[in-house]
């Protein structure tokens, strides 16, 4: 009776600090980023229906949420894969050995390369650089629950790079 009577305050006490507990996967914070800086390159707040879809989202929780959320609004979509695909692209150059934060070059003999897209890796370096996972679940909070979560985006991005 005794030994029951543990467990349960101990799995109580468990509970109670999941969230202090919690670890972010690498997937984790890779789809907050995507998240963050896909909101953070759109041009318009997003539709009231969106909005309301992200005041459901709790951090850490509901990160997996994120990624069903934007690929719903097809602009949110862009931005987001285009984040997403510069995260693949800095995680198979760590997978390699290669040092996990590239040194962004100019490569001046390929006039194609799209300028959005060297944009979007030089804000995911410096991103990398200035926030650690507990800022970036603490950015993501404060992002879901803002009445303009595209303004949030930019204005916290901001403060970051400036």
């Known amino acids: 009776m005794q030994h029951s009577s543990l467990v349960t305050p101990l799995r109580q ?15 984790e914070a890779s789809e907050l980023k995507a998240f963050i800086l896909g909101l953070y390159q759109l041009d318009a707040p997003l539709p009231d229906d969106i909005q309301a879809q992200l005041k459901t989202i709790k951090i850490p929780a509901d990160i997996g949420k994120l990624d ?15 984040v997403w695909d510069a995260l693949s692209a800095i995680a198979q150059t760590r997978s390699k050995g290669i040092d996990s934060i590239p040194e962004l070059v100019s490569n ?24 650690d996972h507990n800022k970036l679940t603490e950015i ?4 879901v629950q803002a ?16």
């Open 13 to 27: 006490i468990y509970v109670l600090n999941y969230w202090y507990l919690f670890i972010m996967q690498p997937i």
């Open 68 to 82: 069903a959320i934007a690929h719903s609004y097809p602009p949110l979509a862009k931005s987001y894969k285009q």
């Open 108 to 131: 001046p003999l390929n006039t194609e390369i799209d300028n959005s897209s060297r944009e979007v890796e030089e804000a995911l370096v410096e991103f990398d650089q200035q926030v």
């Open 140 to 143: 993501a909070r404060q992002i």
């Open 147 to 162: 009445l303009n979560p595209v303004k949030t985006a930019r204005d916290i991005i901001q403060t970051i790079f400036f």
